[in-house]
């Protein structure tokens, strides 16, 4: 990988071309205090503009804390707290403007691997609180902020300046079985492959001449000569028939998961065009986030040394359950 290719790939620099063809998306720009929040070691502790949603419970709450260790917390949480508050009201906007539920990225990576902490182990964001739960968890997003050319082979030599972007994308239910990553190799299509790689989906393999079709049309209606990349990855999500939606792209190589290839294979240029997934339930793989281990915070609250972020954590989690009761009723 080259780092102009890894820069290609970044959701700014692709997003107007192809915005008609993927998924509705706002793009805000990462002040620099942001990201610094954001790489702080320590505790985790929410911006200021998050108080309200976290401490907004009926006196029954309150009832394990006097008013004095209140107080207390209280005090010491907000002598530690950062403010974003032109940041935080542009997320704000966007979250009524989706109709309170996004999807969040920065310029390459999701916080997936942090869907420990999200409500109903979902990266789905409902509020502020938990957008920056999810951000400041991630190392994903952590690799974005410090690592993004860490295996491209010239990146001793080039040094670009990047205007880190938090991307706000419109909530979407998306069945994983819908979701395909196709490898492009002197713009053309060499491979697809199944996305989810630890699941076995029946409508795959019934579907799969009509699937390879629709994907292989809308590369070459859409994407083809079009990406400045010669050799790039890109995600689709194959919604129905004659219905595909770009979610990404991606650097070519090993940064970017191959899931049913190897690289070795895909950069053979011998190698004819395959889609390739699971057949049977025996060609699943384990799932690829399954060995992100608990972060320390995690820690501090399961035992408690930490009140501060022991409460934003529990009024967060009330505040979702009692969501969800509305839903219901």
Known sequence: MLVEEVMRCSFPAWYKTFEKVTIPSVCVPLPAAVVDYLLEDGQLVLPSECNKENYDCGEDDYDEFGDTEWDQVNQETELSQKTFPEFSAKIKESLVNFGGEMFIKLNWSSPKDATWVGFNNSIRCTSLSQLYLLLKSSDFIAHDLTLPFKFCEDNLEQKPSIEYTLVLRDWMDVNPGLEFR????????????????????????????????????????????????????????????????????????????????????????????????????????????????????????????????????????????????????
């Open 182 to 329: 196709c490898f492009v190799v002197g713009q053309e299509l060499k491979a697809v492959s199944q996305r989810d790689d630890s699941s076995f989906y029946d409508h795959i393999l019934k579907q799969e001449e009509s699937i390879r079709r629709d994907i292989i049309t809308f590369f070459r209606e859409h994407i083809q000569d079009k990406f400045p990349s010669e050799n790039y990855v890109f995600d689709v999500i194959r919604s129905r028939k004659d219905k595909v939606i770009l979610v990404d792209f991606n650097p070519f190589g090993e940064t970017t998961d191959s899931l049913f290839f190897t690289w070795d294979e895909l950069k053979d240029e011998s190698f004819e065009f395959e889609f390739r997934f699971a057949t049977d339930s025996s060609g699943v793989q384990p799932h690829p986030l399954r060995h992100y281990s608990i972060p320390r915070d995690f820690v501090d609250l399961s035992t408690g040394t930490d009140p501060a972020k022991l409460i934003d954590f529990l009024n967060l989690k009330t505040r979702q359950a009692g969501e969800e009761d509305s839903d219901s009723e």
